[in-house]
Every structure is written in C-alpha cells, then in structure tokens.
C-alpha cells in the first residue's frame, strides 16, 4: 500500500536555525497538510495546500512557516527561526478529492530545538 | 468554532473484554467525524469515519462508533479488545464544507492487559 513518508524522523537544532521537514505525499494525491503535536498535547492543524496554494492555514501558522512543493513529488514544511516551542511531532499527510477519500499521514518528523 | 473533548486519558481493560472509548464535540456546524490510531512512534492510521448515513459506522479491526447527534457524541467501542489494540486513539472532526482541517481531541490511551 502507498505511504506517505517523512525525513528526517528526527531533527535536533538549535533556536533561531532554519529547517525544512520533508514529506513525500502519495503520488497521486492533491491535497497535503501539515499538523503537529507538542508532547503531550493534542494534534494541531497547521495548514492545507492544494494546487500549489495554501488553502487553510492556523493561527500557529504564522510567517515564520512556509510550505513548498519544489517539485513533483516532494511538499515541505519550512521554518525559519526556530523557538523552543517549536519543538514537536510534525505529521505531514495527504488525501485524494473529497472525505471519501481517507487522508493518509505519515510517520512524523520530530523536532527538537535547543 | 469546533472542539472535541475525549474525557479519558487512559482505558486500561483486560484482553478479549469489551471497550468503550468516549468522544464528545461541539460544533455550530455540521461536521464529520473520525476516530483515528496512533501505534508507538507511527503515524495517525484511520480507523472509522461517520460522513452521513447510518449512524451506526464500522471500521478497521473489530472497531465500531455510534453518531449521537443529540449528544454530539461518537464513541467508539469494541466487543472484544486484543492486546494489540493497544495504542493511542484520537477523536477528530472537521466541518463539511472544507478540506481535511481536522480539529483533534486530547487521545485516548488504550492499554490492553493480559
């Protein structure tokens, strides 16, 4: 079965660094997200991305996080001064046209500022 | 605005005992929901969803949830629990009229003792 899969599963960096998490959606998907959850805390929408746009967004999407499809196949999560309380799961996942369509996720990238 | 509230942190049960995992939300809108898994250090697998139709909604592995609109509620159950069951469970709608911005509750640990 296709999956949707995430590099690096961890990242450690240090505050104020940029990173970029990478996530490689079904292929034959059109709809990606991202979401995250803090240790122990609930899982967290950040933003939707169809068709080469950010459809929805969070408040906790603010603008030191962006999104890319650079290509065909790859769509990142960039952010660019990195704060302790970034520090969590970042889940990338992707679905087909509508809510008969599940939405895949993968296994997470965690991320640990310092 | 949406919220889910899974009341539960932990279920602790015995193997092949039943199970209820309870999940309550409150919307002003019509939404969809889900109840998804998280096995140790995966990503968030769907389980069931309830998009319209019967209330009554089966899903992966033994897992059934009942749509109470009354009670705005979703809870989801098993008659008999393996210890593979054993996970993390998660909660979530979204509102019909956009894409997958899910609104997550809390989780459910479910802890299946032999």
């Known amino acids: 079965e296709p999956e949707v899969t995430q590099t690096p599963s961890h990242q450690v960096t240090q505050m104020g660094q940029e990173v970029i998490l990478r996530c490689v959606p079904i292929s034959n998907h059109l709809y990606f997200y991202w979401y995250r959850q803090i240790l122990g805390q609930k899982v967290e929408f950040l933003v939707s991305f169809y068709n080469n746009e950010i459809s929805e967004k969070s408040e906790i999407f603010d603008d030191q996080f962006s999104v890319e499809r650079p290509d065909g196949s790859n769509f990142t999560l960039k952010i660019r001064s990195t704060k302790l309380e970034d520090s969590a799961m970042y889940f990338c996942a992707s679905g087909g046209q509508g809510f008969n369509s599940p939405l895949h996720f993968g296994n997470g990238t965690r991320l640990t500022v310092t | 605005a949406q919220s889910v509230t899974q009341l539960d942190s932990q279920v602790p049960v015995f193997e092949e005992a039943p199970v209820e995992l309870r999940c309550n939300y409150s919307s002003s809108v019509s939404v969809y929901l889900f109840w998804y898994v998280q096995y140790p250090n995966q990503g968030l697998q769907l389980l069931l969803k309830?998009?319209?139709?019967?209330?009554l909604v089966k899903g992966i592995n033994g897992f059934e949830a009942e749509f109470n609109k009354s009670q705005t509620s979703f809870h989801l159950r098993k008659p008999s629990v393996h210890i593979s069951d054993t996970a993390e469970y998660f909660c979530?709608?979204?509102?019909?009229?956009?894409?997958?911005?899910?609104?997550f509750g809390s989780g459910t640990r479910l802890l299946v003792r032999p």
């Open positions: 979530a709608v979204t509102r019909m009229d956009s894409s997958y911005k899910l609104i």
């Open positions: 309830y998009l319209s139709g019967s209330t």
